[in-house]
């Protein structure tokens, strides 16, 4: 075994070994000797060792029962130690699975009935089933283990909702390529067929996801997985109403789907001849889609334009239509300094039109079919792709004399999200949920503070869009997903079969078609036929009922909906807060009468080191999977939850889970030292060590003080740690927690222990390995949120009290905290630190122990210090004997510091240090090291003057130099 920077075991030492050298008369043995034989029994701690050893010079005999002693505590070769726990060098990344596969197979993932905490529920977001795992859901899936694991261990009945999207869009698209290639398609196949094909797709590839959430570590309770497919609820209303249509996909998308993209195009000017002028009077019009203006159903100028206000109430002919007449309008809605200052007005074709038409009263022409081609409205454009009408119109206008001109123009193009291609805004029947009644109480549930969205400043964005939302769009002109419960009703098969597209103007709403026909024929009369609505939900309308119909909804009466509902969090990425968590908000008060969740945390997006967002264009995407592989779980996870705080995009490189691994290791290791330092207890101590606590005051004061400062200093750590997690603060937790871990006990308690590990004072060591069980345990618990597989291997190799640490109680709040402690124990850090730094700045041979005294004027503070004077002589390697500790500067001499003779190094007010000169240093070889430095200092100043004495070198410097 090797302890890694924490020291390390002789080679060769898996087996039990046991070594004595022979013993000769103490006179023959000299100190090098000894510590040649401690180097061979102890390796790289015989250093330590021999300094906390007051009888290290006194020979063998004296010193070879106390380093067989050490040996056997340094090795682990007592009798029953193969029975203890081991652990390899490193911690072994093939034991994530297997943790995890216990975890799962043990039951820990589900809430604990016994558990009598409030119980918290989070619904997991649930990821698409066709997607791969990226960094966004590694995100999520990090920061909602940390949630649910505290809440776990806190001794509340934790449920975390897993579970996957049916994504209709992106599922049927994959579906229909998989057909294309087998010479296959979905209109061939029917509805009910293809829809089984997408089952079996599901089925086949649909979990692939969710094991890779399971390597993320995510503990949620799969035993409750659910898919959004697994019930349908219904609409609001139908009706014709503007929206957005993607021809590539063949279905209405809603706005939050659309993105706006800046990109080059063309401004058409065209001449739009008044009626009854034979041409020769004209509205002068601009346009970047000349194929709508067949389309048009007026004309609008600004009421007080002066040089259009004449022309109000007449009629323009449109072009290329045969003659067809639409009348000049006045509108204030017209811009007079925009353009030409004349608008065509397209209801059918362009929301803001669409809104003036309905204003207006004006016809709305719809003059395209769904693929994008142009239908009969279009004259002889008919069947004409919309970008080639386009060419063709506007040749066949520049041959009638219509055209202006055209200009480069830039244009905010709408492109569907999904597909990439151009939506087409176009007037359609579809289903539509009135959204106005629905924002209103989701408004004031965030003003009341019955749910509070973290980071503040996106409850602005929130309120903001629901103030100005519109009417939802929820149809989808798919076959995959929940179809919209909506049964058309006809008096006959005929009447059905005849219909255009199987709609009627009466429908009743139900859960099943039986349900539907005894709904129909209770209103309508026996023998009438239904035909259901071919459409489906928009994906997002399903995810919406996601934190109620997870847990019984609609039967409220569900023990998971009585015990789980309302959920405690919604977290989230801050990018979909209009897609899924307002409508949630929405729907959960409408459908439940409780908002579904009290706290929306929403974070950042990941961004590659330069702040850039990932894409495969760029070629900076960065694979969990591969991360993990290479770092560790545990690595990612830290890096992302303290990343960055709460809202913030995270910047995420290669360095940051490169420095979170070196966290790992460094835990890992200080877990082996601990070990180590339990490998010769007897069982009996070994089994008062589990569940070890010094959290009493009496158990705090009876301990030296290297003891009672890291305790104390952990139990404020503890309480910190656990004050950030309550308010949703990983950020700082994860960070306290760290360098706790990291700064103060391994670079200092561990270290500063092993005057007592390797010492001969047996309750001394007793206390230490209290101490170090006591602490490094509850580090643990602290951790294990944030790392929960190195931390779990850890738990389980030292004495522990328990089956698992997923499972363990957090750390005991509000223990007691020794104040003087804490501050008697900063003054020995600092003075450690001043004469380490000023071994640095004099070049003191690293293996040179040399004298010093220390200058303490409070009482109290000199008492502690002078208890723990070896931890001061281990650290700052001090010889023991040439050290002194004093109350004041008159006793500690310090004419002679003012002499030149020693190094006075302030520590702070009342506490300094004193090195003498003599003894510090090899006179000889500093000075020799001198005078190399100074020639070469004295060389290079003279080839710098011979330059600047060079009259042609001086010539060619510039102005400025010279």
């Known amino acids: 075994m090797q302890s890694g920077v924490l020291g390390r075991c002789p080679a060769g030492a898996s087996r039990p070994v046991q070594r004595e050298e022979p013993m000769r008369p103490v006179a023959a043995i000299n100190a090098r000797r000894c510590g040649m034989l401690a180097s061979r029994l102890l390796g790289a701690n015989a250093g330590s060792w021999l300094q906390c050893k007051a009888a290290a010079t006194s020979g063998r005999r004296g010193l070879a029962p106390a380093l067989k002693a050490a040996a056997v505590q340094e090795v682990g070769t007592v009798a029953g130690a193969s029975t203890r726990p081991e652990l390899p060098k490193n911690f072994e990344l093939g034991a994530e699975e297997r943790l995890y596969k216990w975890w799962e197979s043990q039951g820990y ?62 599922t049927q698209s994959v579906v229909e390529k998989m057909l294309h290639k087998e010479g296959a398609s979905r209109l061939g196949l029917g509805r009910e067929a293809f829809t089984e094909r997408v089952w079996q797709w599901k089925e086949e590839y649909g979990g692939f996801i969710t094991n890779q959430l399971r390597r993320l570590g995510a503990s949620c309770d799969w035993s409750r997985e659910r898919f959004t497919l697994d019930e349908g609820l219904s609409g609001e209303r139908e009706g014709g109403y503007m929206v957005n249509w993607s021809p590539g996909l063949r279905t209405a998308v809603s ?19 008044v009626a009854g002028t034979d041409g020769s009077e004209f509205l002068p019009v601009a346009t970047t889609r000349p194929e709508t203006i067949l389309g048009d159903t007026a004309v609008a100028v600004h009421p007080e334009d002066e040089r259009y206000k004449h022309l109000i109430g007449r009629e323009c002919e449109v072009p290329m239509s045969g003659g067809r007449r639409i009348p000049i309008i006045g509108d204030e809605y017209v811009d007079r300094e925009f353009g030409t200052g004349a608008l065509k007005i397209t209801p059918g074709h362009d929301i803001n039109d669409y809104e003036i038409g309905k204003r207006r009263g004006l016809p709305i022409i719809n003059i395209m079919n769904k693929d994008a081609t142009l239908n009969a409205a279009a004259g002889k454009y008919a069947g004409q792709e919309r970008f080639k009408a386009r060419k063709a119109l506007w040749a066949d206008m520049e041959a009638a004399g219509l055209v202006i001109k055209k200009e480069a123009h830039t244009s905010r193009i709408p492109r569907c999200q999904r597909s990439g291609g151009v939506v087409e805004p176009l007037v359609s029947e579809q289903w539509f949920v009135r959204m106005q009644p629905l924002a209103e109480p989701a408004l004031a549930a965030v003003a009341k503070g019955d749910i509070t969205i973290m980071p503040e400043r996106f409850a602005k964005t ?46 009743v709403v139900a859960r099943s078609a039986e349900e539907a026909q005894r709904l129909a024929e209770a209103k309508h009369g026996a023998g009438v036929v239904l035909k259901q609505e071919e459409d489906v939900l ?312 040399i004298g010093a005294t220390l200058v303490v004027e409070d009482e109290a503070t000199r008492k502690s210090i002078e ?45 300094q240090v004193l090195l003498p000169l003599a003894g510090l240093f090899d006179v000889a070889k500093e000075l020799a090291r001198l005078g190399k430095q100074k020639a070469k200092l004295d060389k290079e100043l003279g080839g710098i003057s011979g330059k600047l004495n060079n009259p042609a070198f001086m010539s060619k410097a510039s102005p400025e130099v010279g």
């Open 255 to 273: 706005d939050l789907e659309v993105e706006y993209t800046e990109e080059q195009g063309t401004l058409y000017y065209f001449r739009y001849p």
């Open 462 to 507: 929130y309120n903001n869009w629901l103030e100005n939302i519109k009417d939802w769009c929820i149809s989808r002109q798919l076959w995959w997903g929940h179809r919209i419960p909506v049964w058309y009703v006809f008096p006959s098969a005929e009447a059905a079969a005849a219909s255009l597209e199987g709609r009627s103007e009466h429908y």
């Open 109 to 170: 993932f589900k809430p604990d009935p016994a558990a009598t905490g409030e119980p918290f529920t989070i619904p997991m977001p649930p990821p698409n089933v066709t997607g791969k795992l990226h960094m966004g859901h590694a995100m999520f899936a990090t920061l909602q283990d940390i949630m649910t694991r505290y809440a776990r261990m806190n001794g509340r009945p934790a449920l975390w909702l897993p579970g996957t999207d049916h994504a209709g869009i992106a």
């Open 538 to 849: 928009d994906t997002w309308f399903s995810s919406g009922l996601w934190p109620f119909s997870t847990l019984g909804w609609p039967n409220t009466q569900a023990p998971d909906f009585q015990k789980f509902y309302p959920t405690q969090v919604l977290e989230t990425g801050h990018d979909i807060l209009f897609f899924w968590v307002a409508r949630m908000i929405m729907m959960g008060i409408e459908f439940t009468g409780k908002a579904p969740f009290n706290t929306v945390y929403l974070h950042g997006l990941v961004r590659d080191e330069k702040g850039r967002k990932m894409s495969k264009s760029l070629g900076n995407v960065i694979d969990p999977l591969d991360t993990i592989g290479q770092y560790g779980t545990d690595a990612l996870r830290f890096t992302l939850a303290t990343g960055t705080a709460v809202g913030q995009d995270l910047n995420l490189s290669s360095e940051r889970v490169t420095a979170a691994r070196n966290f790992t290791n460094k835990l890992w290791n200080a877990g082996k030292f601990v070990l180590f330092n339990l490998a010769q207890v007897s069982e009996a101590e070994w089994e008062s060590l589990r569940g070890v606590s010094l959290s009493s005051p009496a158990d705090l004061q009876r301990l030296p003080l290297t003891e009672r400062w890291i305790i104390s200093l952990l139990h404020k750590t503890v309480d910190e740690v656990s004050e950030r997690y309550d308010k949703y603060d990983y950020n700082t937790a994860g960070i306290a927690a760290y360098n706790f871990l990291w700064d103060e006990f391994a670079d200092w308690a561990i270290e500063a222990s092993k005057t007592r590990t390797y010492g001969g004072d047996a309750a001394a060591q007793a206390a230490s390995r209290a101490t170090l069980v006591y602490v490094f345990e509850s580090v643990l618990r602290l951790l294990h949120p944030f790392m929960p597989f190195v931390t779990e291997e850890l738990w389980q190799a030292i004495p522990h009290k328990g089956d698992a640490l997923i499972v363990a109680p957090w750390p005991a709040r509000s223990c007691p905290v020794d104040e003087s402690a804490l501050a008697h124990f900063e003054v020995l850090k600092g003075c450690v630190r001043s004469l380490r730094n000023a071994r640095a700045e004099y070049n003191v041979e690293p293996g040179r122990k």
């Open 867 to 911: 208890s723990e004077l070896p931890v001061v002589c281990l650290l700052a390697k001090l010889d023991p004997v040439a050290v002194r500790l004093v109350g004041s500067a008159a006793e500690a001499g310090l004419d002679a510091a003012a002499a030149g003779s020693a190094v006075s190094l302030v520590v702070k007010d009342g506490v």
